[in-house]
């Protein structure tokens, strides 16, 4: 596609639950980040991919977090017993060029928002 | 701990006005740094990045500049337009983060409003 596709863009839900948001970022890109945005506040790093595998995961909070990638291209964010803590807007990133040292864009899908009553 | 500030918080100017927002950081040696406008309910998007080379970029109506000596950048607005109305985000690079979000460093942000 042409720019980071992210669903469901809003996601209502009960405490305890489970769910899944999914990142599809643009193709060709090898890296691709998991962050997470609470109202008036910048975006919170969870976990960074490099093709397949989870570079760093060091942001995931605890054990109820858990991402995959299983062919280095579209992204699955899971999310199991919810919590009320859990509401935010989640967003997906990605860049062709990963490395702090690049200049390589990086581009921000919409954002998943998570709703935990 | 790398830290990204940035002021004021929030922000709020007339149409047609010029508005400066500040960054100050403390990663260091750093990379880059990259100023994102954020609007509500959206995805950030890029507006500038610059390298510690360089002093000033421009992209429109936006200029950003960059002091790597004294750790501090700036996004100057100009002729603002009721379109400005936003977050906008400072994020710094790390050349020698071992992982950690991949080096980048984000702000919280400023809210930007821009009344008719």
């Known amino acids: 596609g042409a720019g980071v596709s992210q669903t469901p863009s809003n996601k209502v839900t009960e405490k305890g639950k489970y769910v899944e948001l999914r990142c599809d970022p643009i193709?060709?890109?090898?890296?691709l980040y998991w962050y997470r945005q609470s109202l008036g506040q910048g975006p919170e790093f969870l976990i960074y991919f490099q093709g397949t595998g989870a570079a760093d995961d060091s942001g995931l909070p605890n054990d109820r977090f858990f991402a995959v990638r299983p062919e280095g291209s579209v992204s699955t964010l899971k999310i199991q017993r919810t919590e009320r803590g859990d509401s935010a807007v989640y967003l997906c990133a990605s860049r062709s060029s990963p490395g702090p040292r690049d200049t390589g864009e990086l581009f921000f899908g919409e954002g998943s928002r998570l709703t935990v009553l | 701990k790398n830290q990204v500030e940035q002021s004021p918080q929030s922000l709020i100017i007339l149409e047609g006005k010029n508005c400066t927002l500040q960054c100050n950081y403390t990663v260091s040696p750093f990379s880059n740094l990259r100023w994102y406008k954020q609007d509500t309910g959206r995805g950030p998007v890029s507006l500038t990045i610059m390298t510690f080379s360089e002093n000033t970029k421009s992209n429109r109506r936006y200029t950003a500049t960059l002091d790597a000596d004294t750790k501090q950048s700036s996004l100057h607005i100009t002729a603002s337009q009721l379109s400005d109305s936003a977050s906008y985000i400072c994020?710094?690079?790390?050349?020698?983060?071992?992982?950690?979000?991949?080096?980048?460093?984000f702000g919280k942000g400023t809210h930007l409003i821009i009344q008719p």
């Open positions: 193709s060709g890109h090898t890296a």
């Open positions: 994020v710094v690079s790390d050349p020698n983060s071992g992982g950690g979000a991949d080096g980048l460093t």
